[in-house]
């Protein structure tokens, strides 16, 4: 008794994210789906000027653009080649299965409605992480000759990859995590306080 509160929550989740994790990944194009379209159209709406559009390809995430990249060696006199940054939604939307699996594992009144909820408030986060990505790739990666299309500057540089890091490194797994104590916490508190009263009593 003394370990199996949380523990026994935690064995549920492991479980649980397992079973999340095969669903996700076969469904992984149907929801890369909203998350390249709200991206795509963001990208489109904040630089109408070399953003022209988006491309899904299953799970990966295209954007068109019109900035040209510089000629390849030997390449044929008169061919321009476009920046085509990718984004893969496997990358940066693992999180959704993780937080599926916190809100299964508590097994609370109402779980349906909140998984809907919690799907709808991570998506733009989900969202962020593919914006930055492809920022990154425009404004870093691509080298100066593209970025002397675009005019972010050096501080516009290292806030890029600033919020690159973040929406790859902590987001991921930080906002589903927020987002299920937001809408759980009830689920979790008297478990932690029941564990607390038996160290206690120990």
């Known amino acids: 008794m003394r370990t199996g509160l949380i523990s026994g929550f935690v064995v549920q989740v492991i479980v649980w994210l397992v079973l999340c994790l095969i669903g996700w990944y076969a469904l992984g194009a149907v929801f890369a789906a909203p998350v390249g379209w709200l991206a795509g ?8 000027g070399w953003v022209d559009g988006f491309e899904m390809h299953g799970t990966q995430i295209d954007l068109l653009t019109g900035l040209q990249l510089p000629s390849a060696q030997g390449a044929e006199s008169g061919r321009v080649a476009l920046l085509t940054p990718e984004a ?3 990358t940066y939307g693992f999180g959704l299965p993780l937080m599926i699996a916190l809100f299964l594992a508590s097994g ?7 998984m809907l909820l919690a799907m709808a408030l991570l998506l733009p986060f989900t969202v962020f992480s593919v914006f930055f990505s492809w920022l990154k790739d425009v404004a870093i990666v691509a080298g100066p000759a593209v970025a002397g299309q675009v005019d972010f500057g050096e501080l516009g540089r ?7 890091q973040f929406g ?4 991921p ?3 589903p995590i927020a987002i299920w104590l937001a809408l759980d916490y009830s689920v979790l508190a008297p478990m932690l306080q029941k564990q607390g009263d038996i160290v206690s009593k120990d």
């Open 41 to 48: 159209n963001l990208m489109h709406g904040i630089y109408p």
């Open 88 to 90: 893969d939604y496997l």
């Open 108 to 114: 609370r009144r109402k779980v349906l409605f909140k």
């Open 158 to 164: 290292n806030a890029i990859a600033l919020a690159y």
């Open 168 to 171: 790859t490194l902590i987001l």
């Open 173 to 175: 797994t930080l906002a």
